[in-house]
T-cell receptor, first 115, second 115 residues
Framework: EPEVTQTPSHQVTQMGQEVILRCVPISNHLYFYWYRQILGQKVEFLVSFYNNEISEKSEIFDDQFSVERPDGSNFTLKIRSTKLEDSAMYFC?????????????FGPGTRLTVL | AQSVSQHNHHVILSEAASLELGCNYSYGGTVNLFWYVQYPGQHLQLLLKYFSGDPLVKGIKGFEAEFIKSKFSFNLRKPSVQWSDTAEYFCAVTVTSGSARQLTFGSGTQLTVLP
């Protein structure tokens, strides 16, 4: 049984449009993460989220990106005005433990295609 | 900042051959180390992890990895691969300071096992 699901599985959008990617954890978790993988490149960290605020973010996570957990369950990544170079697989990950066991569970990903 | 190098981009083996995938990291402090696998069309799954203690760790599906601190390495091994091991393998590291502990990934190694 997966720890986390993501919707949609594939999103096609026009450049300049806003997209919202959703992550739905199966049970209670403390930490949430977004990573992305541009085709043929490595998986890159975007942002981590703890206690309803951003914990850390990378240089990729600029003002075009935002995250929130609006209903205490779903964890969303919003890209305000998509660019061609935002085309990638976006993975949500979750972690239960505050410290100690450091394992992150990944969702199946959302493939974002910006035209 | 930490970084991870995987020197083998694509490895092709016949069934029953032995496997070793290289992983080196750069970071001066204490790290946690992981190997993730991504089967075609599926999400990232944890193969094994090292936090502390015995540097030889065993994971799922007969995989193991050895942490050699002096070499900053965490190579993945399997004595006899199967066709079903065809997948992309990612080495990843987190530093043990800070609470979010995001993963830094290597560029991945595509393993193709020929029947």
């Amino acid at each position: 049984e997966p720890e986390v699901t993501q919707t949609p599985s594939h999103q096609v959008t026009q450049m300049g449009q806003e997209v919202i990617l959703r992550c739905v954890p199966i049970s209670n978790h403390l930490y949430f993460y977004w990573y992305r993988q541009i085709l043929g490149q490595k998986v890159e960290f975007l942002v981590s989220f703890y206690n309803n605020e951003i914990s850390e973010k990378s240089e990729i996570f600029d003002d075009q990106f935002s995250v929130e957990r609006p209903d205490g369950s779903n964890f969303t990544l919003k890209i305000r005005s998509t660019k061609l170079e935002d085309s990638a697989m976006y993975f949500c990950a979750i972690k239960r433990d505050l410290a100690g066991a450091n394992e992150q569970f990944f969702g199946p990903g959302t493939r974002l295609t910006v035209l | 900042a930490q970084s991870v190098s995987q020197h083998n981009h694509h490895v092709i083996l016949s069934e029953a051959a032995s496997l070793e995938l290289g992983c080196n990291y750069s970071y001066g402090g204490t790290v946690n180390l992981f190997w993730y696998v991504q089967y075609p069309g599926q999400h990232l799954q944890l193969l094994l992890k090292y936090f502390s203690g015995d540097p030889l760790v065993k994971g799922i599906k007969g995989f193991e990895a050895e942490f050699i601190k002096s070499k900053f390495s965490f190579n993945l091994r399997k004595p006899s691969v199967q066709w079903s091991d065809t997948a992309e393998y990612f080495c990843a590291v987190t530093v043990t300071s800070g609470s979010a502990r995001q993963l830094t990934f290597g560029s991945g190694t595509q393993l193709t096992v020929l029947p």
